[in-house]
């Protein structure tokens, strides 16, 4: 476990304390001031599709709440991974009504049929009723490109990159070319990172309350276990908790945030029907355990103590070593919004510039 989950587990019970009083100021943060490029970085970049494929599951008729929060939700993200379904990532489970809609990497069409025909085996062995409606493998799109490359422009702007080029190159790829005068490596991280931020519910059966939530063992490590007494990986811990707020219901406002005798943080704002949600969802669910997951990864993990109205502060590793850098790069990617899809770099190269 990082030095930051630790922190963020000492301040659980002042995480969201903290997000109730905080962030009345949230502003953007003042452009980097210019410094001599040392590198050069030229980037291929190429979107991977998704897959999206509809399940039809008569017997959750009519569970609601916190029943399919704390318990049927769980059990289809158990059964439902990656290994089983056979892809690299399921990106998102979510539901309409009977339905469950899953979201995740394929191929082509032929990978993303078989794959929701799997799903469908597997959700028979919990619901015998539950049935394949549709599969449809998802192309790049030239308006996916073109989104792409506002997000990175964006992104290399609030970053101090300079001479920035981003060419997008159909059906799926982009020529990305920057010069910066940092570390060229976290440069490239900070364009190609998905960038998606997930608030989640973390279920009663593994936190709730200030008394009841993770171990931190003498090595700094967390350690998750259920309501049972077993112990869970922190990666299953996220599957299993739904998501509350998500992406584009930030706004784009995010700063990090410090003074003396205050630790370092991020802040956030929700905005549009988010913000009702989230309050409503805070207000109802005092002392439940909220996961901050960006791309997947827990960052923090404070306890609900009061209704948040919208904005808020995220605490987590950021008065560590490089935690600034992380606070900086997290206050980005909130700012830019989330890629459309992932990218992964398929070739780079970086020519380091006379001083």
């Not at 899953?102 to 990978?111: G, W």
């Not at 439940?288 to 590793?317: F, H, N, Y």
Request: a negative charge.
């Amino acid at each position: 476990m990082s030095p930051g989950l630790r922190t963020s587990l000492l301040l659980g019970v002042l995480g969201l304390a903290l997000c109730a009083v905080a962030a009345a100021g949230c502003g953007k943060e003042p452009r980097p001031v210019p410094q001599r490029p040392t590198a050069r970085v030229s980037l291929t970049l190429r979107a991977q599709p998704e897959g999206v494929f509809t399940l039809r599951v008569p017997d959750l008729e009519g569970v609601t709440g916190d029943k399919w929060r704390e318990d049927r939700y769980g059990q289809i993200a158990r059964k439902l991974t990656p290994s089983d379904i056979g892809t690299d990532e399921v990106k998102a489970i979510s539901r309409q009504g009977q339905q469950i809609i899953v979201r995740t990497q394929v191929k082509d069409a032929a990978d993303c049929q078989q794959q929701a025909e799997r799903a469908e085996q597997l959700l028979s062995g919990l619901y015998e009723k539950a049935e394949l409606v549709n599969a449809s493998a998802g192309e790049v799109t030239p308006s996916d490109l073109d989104e792409i490359k506002q997000i990175l422009e964006a992104r290399a702007e609030a970053a101090g990159l300079s001479d920035l080029s981003v060419q997008p190159r159909p059906p799926d790829s982009l020529l990305v070319d920057f010069a910066c005068a940092g570390d060229p490596e976290r440069a490239e991280e900070l364009l190609t990172d998905r960038g998606l931020l997930q608030f989640r519910v973390i279920p009663r059966r593994y936190a709730h309350g200030v008394d009841r939530g993770p171990e931190v063992s003498a090595a700094g490590e967390m350690l998750w276990r259920d309501d049972a007494g077993t112990a869970v990986d922190v990666s299953d811990v996220v599957v299993e908790s739904p998501v509350i707020v998500s992406g584009r219901d930030f706004a784009p406002e995010s700063r990090v945030e410090a003074g003396e005798g205050r630790h370092t943080g991020v802040t956030f704002s929700l905005q549009n029907e988010a913000r009702e949600v989230f309050h409503a969802f805070t207000r109802d669910h005092v002392d439940t355990w909220l996961a901050m997951v960006i791309d997947g990864e827990l960052i923090s993990c404070p306890v609900i103590r009061s209704a948040i109205r919208g904005k808020g502060v995220i605490v987590a590793d950021f008065d560590e070593p490089g935690g600034t850098d992380r606070a900086e790069k997290l206050a980005i990617l909130i700012n830019s919004g989330p890629l459309p899809l992932d990218v992964e770099c398929v070739e780079s190269a970086t020519e380091q510039l006379p001083l």
